[in-house]
Structures are given as C-alpha cells and as structure tokens.
C-alpha cells in the first residue's frame, strides 16, 4: 500500500497575453505641459516686436538699404574685406605653425623668439600696429634688402600691404597659440613611435602629429577667421577701401550715414554666417573617428528644437 500526497493545486502561471489571449492595455501618451517655454518664448517675441517697431519708427529711409545693399561701391569694399580677411588669415595660419614648432623646440634662441614675437604682437592692439606700419615711412625712407630689392617704403606700403602685414602678424602671434595647443593635445606615445619607426622630426610632425592636432585646432581658428572679418573693418583707417569704408564713403557723399552702416552690417551679418556654416561642417568632418556619432547638422538641430515643443511623457 502507497502513501498518496497531496500536493495541491497546481501552480498557475501568470496571467499575461501568451496565457490568456487578452492583450495588455494601451499605453496612453499625455503631453508634457510646459508652461514656463511658452511664457518665456512669448517675452522673447514681445521683446523683438518692440525692437522692431522702434526702429520701424525711426528717422531711418529703409528703402535706401535696400537700393544701396547691392550697389557696386558696397560690392567691391565686400570683396575686399574678404580677400584682405583670407589673405591675412592664411599668413597667419603660417606664421602661427612656424612660430608654435620654434616655440615648442628645445633650441632656448628659437623659443625665445619665438615667445618674443607672441608677446608683443599679442601684447598690442591691432589698431596700432596697422598705424606702425601705415607711418613707417617717417623712420624709414627706403626699403633696402641690399642686392635683392630697394624701394621707397612709400611705394611698397601700399594701403592693400599695411591691412596684409597688420592683421596677418597680429594674427600669426593667436594662432601660433592655437597650434601649440593643438600640438600638446596629442598624445607623446605617437611622436615616439614615429620615431621608433625611423621618421625624422620633420616628417612626424607634419604627417604624425599635426593631422591629429587638427581636431583642436580646427574650431578656435574659425573663430578666429570669423573675428578676422569683423576686424578688417579696422583697416579703413590705412585707406584701404572694404565695406565699412565704400559704405561710409556713400553714407557721407548721399547724406545716409545710418542708412549705410546698415547696408555694411548687412553684409558682415551674411559673411559670418556663411563662414560660420562652413566652420561647423569642416568641424563636423575633423570630429569623425573621435566620437561615436557626429554632431547634428543644423537642419537636424533645427528640427529637434522644433519638436522640443511636442515632447511627450509615456504614462502606464
């Protein structure tokens, strides 16, 4: 004879779709309430309507702008703003890499040099400097390299010259800061190896070192050539005719001094930007392989902003 146990009823599993065929309940979505962007985004659009209107009210002829915004004079001072904006950012470029190499050489002459040329041209306003360079035929007469060339310094500097020379030397002496900063970023252990593998310094620096720099170097020296556009309206100063100077030259004549420094912040307002879509997406490119996804495009930001307003909270 056997003993019988009870055990019981038997466990049931849980009740759930699989089991019962019932579905879960819906999962219902209430948006997110956000009062507190709402009242301050309708502040923001009060603000500028009142800008707005203030000006609207003004004694100011608008539709002079719009007649002067393409005038020719304005067009040639814009293309010299930018060719005297590049070109002294490029010399700059240049003399900011020369200067950062001698700078970080364990020769004492070079990097005292080197920190020499930083330090006053850095140490000085670039207003200054222009004036140096627009009066340095009162110390010098002649400009003589002895069998190589001799000029009048009248001659030679030349209003195109004296913008070149100030803001391009001005600006070697930031972005040579900018580079060695760029240059210490990377990582000791790639020069070693480089040399390991029998590259001279030469070469290490320029195929080893300075594309790994250009990640740090990149954002700070657009920046720098977007201030190097607003600069350059400093250089009206030595008779070099840019947009500031064409637009105040019409201002003057026409008798629409606010008018034209309107048109001029027109423009300067349309270069920076450009320039500054341009910087990101050169950033956005350096930035591959050292994040794990790139940042968003500004057509991407644009449209998470847009939908920031429509964010909702799952409720279950």
Do not use: C
């Amino acid at each position: 004879m056997t003993d019988k146990i009870d055990k019981g009823p038997a466990a049931t599993p849980p009740a759930g779709p699989g089991a019962s065929g019932t579905p879960y309940e819906a999962i219902k979505a209430i948006p997110v309430r956000h009062y507190g962007r709402w009242i301050s985004g309708v502040v923001v659009v009060a603000l500028l309507a009142w800008l707005v209107y203030a000006f609207s009210q003004g004694n100011v002829i608008w539709g002079t702008v719009g007649d002067k915004l393409f005038d020719p004079a304005v067009l040639g001072g814009l293309w010299n703003t930018v060719l005297i904006s590049v070109a002294a950012m490029a010399l700059g470029l240049v003399l900011g890499i020369v200067f950062a190499v001698m700078r970080l050489s364990k020769n004492p002459v070079t990097s005292a040099v080197s920190w020499l040329y930083i330090w006053f041209f850095r140490g000085t306003p670039v207003y200054v400097q222009l004036l140096v360079w627009f009066n340095l035929s009162l110390i010098f007469e002649y400009i003589n390299l002895g069998p190589i060339y001799k000029n009048y310094t009248v001659a030679v500097m030349t209003p195109f010259m004296v913008a070149l020379l100030g803001l391009g030397l001005n600006e070697g002496a930031y972005m040579a800061e900018i580079v060695r900063a760029g240059i210490q970023s990377v990582d000791e252990g790639q020069t070693e190896a480089a040399h390991a593998l029998g590259m001279p310094q030469t070469k290490t620096m320029r195929r080893v070192v300075l594309p790994q720099a250009m990640r740090v170097i990149i954002p700070p020296t657009g920046n720098e050539f977007i201030n190097m556009l607003k600069t350059s309206s400093l250089v009206s100063a030595v008779q070099y005719t840019e947009l500031l100077r064409a637009s105040s030259n019409i201002g003057n004549t026409a008798g629409a001094i606010m008018e034209m420094l309107f048109v001029a912040s027109v423009w300067y307002l349309a270069l920076t930007s450009v320039f500054s879509v341009g910087q990101y997406y050169l950033e956005r490119r350096f930035a591959r392989g050292s994040t794990r996804s790139l940042p968003p495009t500004p057509f991407q930001r644009l449209r998470a902003n847009l939908n920031m307003f429509r964010r909702t909270e799952v409720a279950r």
